[in-house]
């Protein structure tokens, strides 16, 4: 059930990024879009480590979270929701780190993911109102 919210999620996310992109004018509807799809993508990376924790925990019978917090041992869902995030938007405290190859990986992806769409979704979003301002 949790692999099926995953794909759910990520299918609307491309559904509201592909839905900005295809729109001609800036308008108050195409930027809350933007903003959640950059919130949505938040959410599915912490689905995503959450899933490589539990990945771990079945193929290698190893207890313990593949993020090391320095504030907990027994990691929740809010702990890999702020991990996300700290990692989306390269922000990068230091009290959470990945452990494992397969979490630096994700968290790499993450990482470039955030920036990149930051970076195409203000340049999109500029043209866009430029070409409707002449």
Known sequence: MFIVLTLFLIYITYSMISHVSRNKEVNAILILNAINSYLLLGIIAAFL??????SYYFLFDISGSTIKFT??????????????????TTVGYGDATPAIPLTRS?????????????????AMLVGKFLAKRD
């Open 106 to 122: 994700l968290a790499m992806l993450v990482s470039l993911s955030g920036q990149l769409y930051l970076t195409i979704l203000v």
């Open 49 to 54: 480590f959450i899933l490589a924790d539990i």
């Open 71 to 88: 504030y907990t041992n027994d990691p929740s869902t809010y702990d890999y929701i702020y991990y996300s995030y700290i990692t989306l």
